[in-house]
């Protein structure tokens, strides 16, 4: 199996990437390849240059976007792991996700304008973590993060089998809770039938 990770913190002592690291090391422990993108560390550009917008392939754009469009098709499992900001990612995953998720690789219209997507057969798992405390969050926000990743970018591109745990108050977390949470994040991606 093919396993596709994306951590988006700047910070690489964070929570975040110890989930990413748990994650990463539970898939290559059964002998998955796995391709794993930090996006900070890989400085990459979120900016969505028009020639890419443009393209109707990969082919000729930019060799990063071109390899890591063809490892999005290629995963049979993509992990995001990143902080909720004002009920948002991070604009780095922000323009990961136009610049990779494109239209002819994650989507395409059909002859009306309605979206196909392309990604059908996947499995898509989201890890965020935020420091409010989650009935704070649930009063004045609601979960904007659920409804952004499973209708709005794997909804769309016809993922359909999607998990996804956010972990509340982190700033204020000791190591024990974190442990636990890791223990979580452990269990929800053992209980995927290929592991």
């Not at 020639?51 to 995963?75: F, M, P, W």
């Not at 059908?120 to 009063?139: C, H, I, L, Q, R």
């Not at 609601?142 to 591109?157: A, H, I, Q, R, S």
Request: aromatic share 12%; with cysteine.
């Amino acid at each position: 199996m093919n396993v596709m990770i994306i951590v988006c913190n700047a910070h690489e002592e964070s929570f975040n990437h110890a989930i990413a690291e748990r994650v990463r090391r539970i898939f290559e422990n059964v002998g998955n390849r796995i391709y794993y993108h930090d996006l900070y560390r890989e400085r990459f550009s979120p900016a969505l240059p028009q020639n890419e917008i443009d393209a109707r392939t990969t082919e000729g754009l930019d060799k990063y976007v071109e390899k890591t469009c063809a490892e999005l098709l290629d995963s049979d499992v993509i992990v995001v792991v990143h902080p909720n900001w004002w009920g948002m990612p991070p604009g780095l995953l922000k323009g990961w996700i136009d610049r990779i998720f494109r239209r002819g690789v994650a989507y395409r219209f059909d002859p009306f304008g309605r979206s196909i997507g392309l990604l059908n057969g996947k499995k898509a798992m989201v890890f965020n973590t935020s420091n409010t405390p989650e009935d704070t969050e649930m009063k004045l926000y609601g979960d904007p993060l659920e409804n952004l990743w499973k209708n709005c970018v794997f909804g769309m591109c016809g993922i359909t089998d999607f998990k996804r745990r956010n972990f509340y108050g982190v700033i204020r977390s000791t190591e024990k809770e974190r442990a636990e949470w890791l223990n979580e994040v452990q269990d929800m991606v053992m209980e995927e039938d290929e592991i």
